[in-house]
């Protein structure tokens, strides 16, 4: 049984309490009340056989006469919620039928939503209204007088940036109304703070409402339906009469303040059915979900992301018409269904099925209460199958023929005899991990092979037994490629370099300027640069996007006007729960801390991973199966804004070879990518301001945390390797890749790893002039770190790299072959975006081309990018590679 009360506290009964919701937070739309009136009572009678329910329910008259004629539905009252007969507030008549003959007679089946069900007195506190204005002009005066005049409780704020705190402010926030001035865009953008409080939490049933000016309404409705767009419910002509002003507060009042707090109720009935213990799935009338509850999570075992959204005829495998012919003649059906799990274990469902008309007499949605009948669960069958695996104890392990023929070594006995131990203790052992089962099964089948097989299997087992089971050795590089050699080993290697192995040079030094530039706020001018920087992000999400285009028109400051770009676009604003304003000032606190004297791991190097990342992302929204939902991808653009946070321009190991105070805090271990990950939440967590996760309950915040954590510290080179073995075994590199199931966790994890480490290196799979001023720019910084090596005194991680011997050519072909090669073919085998391939072979042979040519060190590449940029303009697409 559910029942719902009424807060008594006045002025507290509409508030949301943090996870009360459903899992997407947001109330559906008006129509949706009845729906949610409609499941909640069925979800709660569900064991009850129908002609007991018709017996049982209450029906309360909503009507001003109490007939209790089923003509009206919850919606039709008035918006106050007030009752024409009494005038009092929320005035209810009860006209409960006391026997079956007392029920008014009609030939029409009844409707399900022509029930009585029971009234939800919809809040009624004191208005609070948020005026924020920039000047105090008579238009702003006679709000203000019309607001006393009133009643209402005003808040004045005068920037953008108050009003969103005022109205997130947990003690006095959480306004009614909301009136912008929209006079004076260059003081107040009321577009900006639009979002920003439509994505802030708690503001569904806010009404919003922008002043303009008169002309606005006389030129076009472009202006005012811009602002409806971001989130306005209403727009009004600027007015210093308070007659007027007061006239439309109180039309405000009546015509949407007073609907939303009826509106606000049906929280309390969703609440109702996420906590049900019946799953319940609503589909609209093409039978397409639109709702369900977390019950609904365990029986079909599916996310919630996986269940809304698709058909019916998707979340079931038997014929639905018999449903169909039953409630589009507006009767309930009961009977049963198959479904079919994400394991492919078909289950057989008990379904009750109740039609729902929100408008007219057709029924415009499907309430559907599911209930797992069967006895087999995905517990009993995983049970099963470990009760189907061989174990320890069937085999006689220490008998006679345990001992190989023909081997008589008596070491070779006596640690069989200790493994075979080992393993039947590990049999018995109540947590059994998946190479423990492997390790048994493996030392079974010893038991009936040949001497020679069984040594190989020992040598097997031996393999499985050590660390890093998915970290191959390097590869041999070619040794008249001493330039390629240092650089994938720097890349490859962590931790300080062997003294005595290492070159050392003292003949030259290097001078670095001392501290980074001091960094302001950012600000851009309203001219020309302003329209070009606009049609710029227009091309946010194309491959060719012009990276170096954005860093010139921000002045070097490229990520946070990118970043609000690609957080709007992928709706992260809304996932987090956060205002754009927050995000803002995050992007640019982060962006503040990565150096722009680095030639490389600055910032523009964060923007260029963050759109290569939003570009893998765009492209994985396209497959028919759904990959990454919205939190994936929120916080696979954090992690990529975030991964190289205060990169010091120098590698690891020259970190640890020289003592670096990170190096002694990571313990020669991750350092660089634990650096940044820290630095990242410590920053984050700091100020308030900036915190983008503070609208998040613990278990969200716990899951992105772990989610960019382990994303940034997949970035680290020296597991390279491991991490393309792991995805290469699991997807594969041909096309039935796809095929492979996303759903696993594991899988997740390594999906998510191969795309920022695509994305962190995808300057080869750029077009030509990108590529070149990439290398150009990496090169520089290994140049300057070698420098510095030779300067200190220390190991110099890669010897090959002086900047008057280098070969960059060579070092970008080798960089190619070793470690972009084969995964950009894995990643595109996955992801099916064929020109980062093209535009990567493309370049291995320009570079091959370029060391032909003899161009090799840092001013012949400066003199060919040159001609590059001159040929760009009619060749830099994909289609004319």
């Known amino acids: 049984m559910i029942i719902v009360t009424e807060e008594i506290n006045n002025g507290t009964s509409g508030a949301r309490s943090p996870g009360s919701g459903g899992p997407g937070g947001t109330s559906p739309p008006v129509a949706a009340m009845e729906v949610s009136v409609t499941a909640t009572i069925v979800a709660t009678e569900a064991v009850r056989t129908t002609e007991e329910q018709d017996l049982s329910i209450e029906h309360v008259a909503m009507d001003s006469n109490g007939d209790g004629d089923g003509s009206e539905s919850l919606l039709s009252q008035s918006p106050g919620g007030t009752s024409s007969s009494s005038g009092r507030y929320g005035h209810r008549q009860s006209s409960l039928a006391l026997t079956p003959e007392e029920e008014p007679l009609d030939s029409y089946p009844r409707l399900i939503s022509d029930l009585k069900f029971p009234n939800l007195l919809p809040p009624n506190p004191p208005i609070k209204i948020l005026i924020a204005f920039c000047k105090n002009d008579p238009v702003f005066e006679a709000l203000a007088t019309a607001c006393h005049r009133l009643n209402f409780e005003p808040t004045f704020v005068k ?10 402010n947990v003690a006095t926030g959480g306004h009614h109304i909301i009136v912008v001035d929209a006079r004076y865009p260059r003081i107040i953008e009321a577009d900006v703070l639009g979002r920003s409080i439509r994505n802030s939490k708690g503001s569904q049933h806010t009404t919003m409402v922008a002043v303009v000016k008169k002309n606005l309404f006389e030129k076009d409705d472009t202006a005012v339906i811009s602002l409806l767009d971001v989130g306005f419910n209403r727009c009004i002509i600027e007015s210093p009469h308070v007659s007027i002003c007061s006239s439309e507060l109180r039309q405000i009042q009546h015509s949407l303040v007073r609907p939303q707090n009826v509106i606000s109720t049906q929280q309390a009935l969703y609440t109702a059915l996420y906590r049900s213990r019946e799953a319940v799935i609503i589909t609209d009338d093409s039978l397409r979900a639109q709702y369900a509850n977390r019950a609904s999570e365990k029986v079909l075992n599916m996310k919630l992301d996986e269940i809304v959204g698709r058909s019916l005829n ?44 929100c408008i007219g007499r057709s029924p415009t949605h499907l309430v559907l209460i599911l209930e797992q009948t069967s006895g087999t669960t995905l517990s009993a069958l995983a049970s099963d199958a470990l009760q189907a695996l061989p174990h320890g104890k069937e085999v006689a392990r220490g008998s006679l023929h345990s001992i190989r023929r023909g081997s008589f070594d008596v070491r070779s006995i006596a640690s069989d005899g200790l493994r075979r131990t080992s393993l039947a203790k590990l049999s ?35 393999f499985l037994k050590r660390e890093g089971l998915y970290s191959p050795q390097m590869k041999e590089i070619r040794t008249e490629d001493p330039v390629a050699t240092d650089l994938i080993g720097a890349l490859l290697t962590q931790g300080p370099t062997n003294i005595l192995s290492s070159r050392r040079s003292s003949n030259d030094s290097i001078i670095r300027g001392g501290g980074r530039p001091s960094t302001g706020s950012i600000v851009f001018n309203k001219t020309r640069e302003s329209s070009q920087l606009s049609e710029l992000l227009n091309s946010a999400l194309s491959w060719d996007f012009e990276i170096f285009k ?7 400051r490229p990520l946070v006007c990118l970043g609000l770009e690609l957080f709007r676009r992928f709706d992260v604003y809304n996932t987090f729960c956060c205002d754009e304003v927050t995000f803002k000032l995050w992007l640019i606190e982060i962006e503040k801390k990565y150096h722009s004297d680095n030639t490389y791991h600055n910032s523009t190097h964060a923007a260029d991973v963050m759109q290569a990342t939003a570009c893998y992302l765009q492209q994985l929204s396209n497959r ?35 003592d670096d105070r990170l190096a002694l805090l990571y313990n020669d271990i991750c350092v660089l990518e634990s650096h940044h990950a820290a630095t990242t939440f410590r920053l984050t967590m700091a100020d308030d301001k900036i915190n983008i996760f503070k609208h998040l309950d613990r278990e969200s915040y716990k899951l992105a945390r772990s989610i960019i954590v382990d994303m940034i510290l ?3 080179m020296t597991r390279h390797f491991e991490h393309l073995a792991k995805f290469v075994s699991v997807f594969g590199t041909d096309v039935d890749s796809k095929e492979t199931t996303h759903d696993n966790d594991d899988n997740q994890i390594l999906i998510r790893r191969m795309l920022i480490k695509c994305a962190d290196v995808s300057n080869p799979t750029r077009s030509l002039k990108f590529c070149v001023e990439w290398a150009r720019r990496i090169a520089e910084e290994y140049f300057t ?11 110099i991680v890669m010897p090959m790299f002086d900047r008057t011997t280098c070969s960059i050519s060579k070092s970008q072909i080798g960089f190619i072959e070793y470690i972009i090669h084969d995964m950009m073919d894995a990643w595109n085998s996955f992801i ?25 060190t840092l001013s012949d590449i400066k003199r060919k990018q040159l001609t590059l940029n001159s040929e760009a303009t009619g060749s830099s697409s994909i289609e004319e590679l």
């Open 832 to 856: 099916e975006m064929p020109e980062i391939v093209r535009y990567m072979e493309h370049n291995y042979s320009k570079w091959k081309l370029f060391e032909e040519q003899g161009i090799n």
């Open 714 to 716: 997949a970035t680290e």
């Open 159 to 168: 920037s953008a940036e108050t009003a969103i705190e005022a109205f997130q």
């Open 624 to 658: 028919e199966t759904k990959v990454m939902d919205r939190m994936d991808e929120a916080t696979a653009l954090i992690a990529a804004a975030t991964h190289d946070i205060d990169h010091p321009g120098r590698s690891s190991a020259f970190l640890c070879n020289s």
């Open 550 to 556: 954005l860093e010139e028109l921000t002045e070097k």
């Open 428 to 462: 018995q052992l109540p947590l059994e991990a998946p190479i423990t089962k492997v390790l048994s099964l493996l030392a079974q089948v010893q038991e009936n092979c040949s001497s020679d097989e069984a040594k190989l299997l020992d040598r097997v087992m031996e």
């Open 785 to 795: 770190q070698t420098d510095e090596e030779k300067h200190r005194n220390l190991p």
């Open 314 to 357: 998707d979340l079931v495998t038997a014929d639905i018409s018999n449903i169909l012919s039953h409630t589009t003649r507006h009767k309930d059906y009961e009977g049963f269904i198959s479904t079919r799990r994400k394991s492919q274990e078909t289950l057989h469902i008990h379904v009750r099925a109740v039609p729902v008309s």
